[in-house]
């Protein structure tokens, strides 16, 4: 007992250190010679939010007070170069912490190194079907590094696990209280049963949205408007049930087929659902802020090194963030981009993905939903509906690999 209220008394007094407290409340002075009563909060991009003695909360240029305020704020919250708070999070930033314990439950985290001081950023909790390692989180690294995101994973997650739910909530809350979170953005991310969990969290937690290899959702747990980003085997006995879930959200979905099984597929696609969940969110909210412009800046040099590697995909996401209104505010870097989706191959590669989520959702979601059922499965209308699109695709990259995996029976449990 004394032991766990040791750990218990440290983990709090660890989680006090993270990020500097609010000042006390006391009167700053501006250069113009006013006065406001209140307290300092955060300082991000040159701006320290304040708040008033009855709880409003206001922001005020750094420049604008007076020095010895200026001075006494940039020291109290260890502000850098570029006008932000420096992070300090208890833990090192660009390589994996773990395991933490939660309180009997256990997770393994990731600090991207572009996370900023002052912000509060969101999380991505993954839950394996097996059990979470430090090595859980590499696939998720790239995306979050991009997008400024949390990374963790639950040590406990195993399929069939009766307090799987359990576990994940308590290690969110202790992220929650020991790292500056935006608790409005926890996503959720899992693979096969670790997915169906995913699932649960994020419906249980209130969650934003959810990444998924390998399965869909129980019923009754997707939530109208959160985005869902869904990976599939071409030919995984889940595929069914994954497209029959993508159904229920596609206007606020997505889902991508690898050429495999029930396996999690390539790690790039796992990038390329945080970069979309994140872009979903920015052009939901409508909103410039910093963490935008650092997204954005992000994309567009993940786009550049993209085009001399697989230029199919930098088209893809040129045209997609052009047209969605993502990057309204980049459009003319983006254009800058345009001649690769005049690409005939490129072109291709962005209408066999459009073509394939239609595939999922008109052909695939009917099928079996339950073992065995969906066991070594296809059908006439499958083989009929992929040589179809063969016909344009044959050569497509990406695409054909998968129409190729996609007539092939699903894999066995």
Same mark, same amino acid.
């Not at 909103?287 to 199919?312: F, N």
């Given at each position: ?21 609010? !000042? ?9 010679? !006013? ?42 919250? +260890?502000?850098?170069? !570029? ?21 009997? #439950? ?69 992220? +929650? ?26 419906? /249980?937690?209130?969650?934003? @949205?959810?990444?998924? =290899? ?8 997707? +939530? ?8 599939? @085997? ?51 909210? /409508? ?16 786009? =550049? *090194? ?40 490129? #072109? ?16 695939? #979601?009917?099928?079996? =939903? ?7 499965? !296809? ?27 996609? *007539?092939? +029976?699903?894999?066995?449990?």
């Amino acid at each position: 007992m004394r032991k766990s209220l040791y750990l218990t008394l440290v983990s709090f007094l660890c989680a006090l250190t993270l990020h500097a407290a609010p !000042t006390e409340m006391k009167g700053w002075k501006s250069k113009a010679g !006013t006065t406001l009563e209140a307290k300092a909060l955060t300082i991000e991009g040159g701006e320290v939010t304040f708040e008033k003695k009855d709880g409003k909360t206001l922001k005020v240029a750094l420049d604008k007070l007076a020095d010895a305020d200026r001075k006494a704020l940039e020291d109290h919250f +260890k502000v850098d170069a !570029t006008g932000n708070a420096a992070p300090d999070f208890g833990k090192p930033q660009g390589e994996a912490s773990g395991p933490i314990d939660a309180g009997g #439950s256990n997770y393994f985290l990731y600090l991207p190194q572009s996370l900023k001081g002052g912000r509060k950023h969101p999380l991505i909790f993954y839950t394996a079907a097996g059990g979470g390692s430090a090595d859980t989180l590499k696939p998720l690294i790239e995306g979050a590094e991009m997008c400024g995101w949390v990374v963790a994973c639950s040590v406990e997650s195993k399929n069939e696990g009766e307090k799987n739910h359990e576990h994940a909530k308590k290690c969110v809350e202790h992220l +929650k209280k020991t790292l500056p979170l935006d608790e409005k953005r926890i996503y959720f991310a899992g693979n096969s049963g670790g997915a169906r969990m995913a699932f649960t969290n994020a419906a /249980k937690l209130d969650g934003a @949205g959810v990444l998924a =290899q390998i399965a869909g959702a129980q019923p009754g747990e997707l +939530k109208k408007g959160n985005p869902y980003f869904f990976i599939s @085997g071409a030919y995984d006995y889940n595929r069914y049930g994954t497209a029959s879930s993508y159904t229920e959200v596609a206007r606020s979905g997505a889902i991508r087929f690898h050429p495999g099984g029930h396996e999690n597929g390539p790690d790039w696609l796992v990038t390329e659902g945080i970069v979309w969940l994140e872009g979903q969110w920015h052009r939901k909210a /409508k909103a410039e802020s910093p963490a935008r412009a650092d997204y954005e800046a992000a994309v567009l040099g993940w786009i =550049q *090194k993209l085009k001399s590697t697989e230029d199919y995909r930098a088209a893809w996401w040129t045209g997609f963030l052009r047209e969605s209104g993502v990057m309204a505010a980049n459009e003319a870097a983006l254009n800058a981009h345009a001649d690769l989706t005049a690409e005939p191959a490129n #072109s291709a590669y962005a209408d066999g993905i459009s073509k394939l989520e239609e595939f999922a959702a008109l052909v695939l #979601s009917p099928g079996p =939903q339950s073992a065995p059922e969906c066991f070594e499965h !296809t059908s006439e209308e499958i083989q009929r509906e992929v040589n179809k699109l063969l016909e344009t695709h044959a050569n497509t990259p990406w695409v054909k690999g998968v129409l190729e995996a996609l *007539k092939k +029976k699903t894999d066995k449990g």
